[in-house]
């Protein structure tokens, strides 16, 4: 298997690399929720902004090509995922709702996420078991 980077991963690996050093590390002593518009604005600026997502509202980056960017977001796991509109749960949220939402869903709950106005949150429950723990999570056919 060939591991280099293709063209595109490498282009948006060296302006990732470039604002985190310039913009995300600097950011980490100040509260996160006074720097976070400002590196949100600027990752928008520097097309940074919903790297996960394909089509029309993303890059449209393989999974291949998005991972080595996921891991230099990271290396600040509280900050730049927020700052460039990919953490969780809203990237899992968003990629469902680009998929399988009706018109009404993407509208209510797509575009204010894909604009990081709002957030969204995954909620587990499964019958007869008293947690949330995903191990516990049961089928039947």
Known sequence: MDFE????TQGYRERLLAF?????YPAEARPHAEALDELRLEARRRGLWNLFLTGEHGPGLTNLQYAPLAEIMGRSPSLAPAALNCAAPDTGNMELLAGFGTGEQRDRWLKPLLDARIRSAFCMTEPDVASSDATNIATRI
């Open 5 to 8: 980077f293709d063209a595109v």
């Open 20 to 24: 985190m050093d310039e913009h995300v």
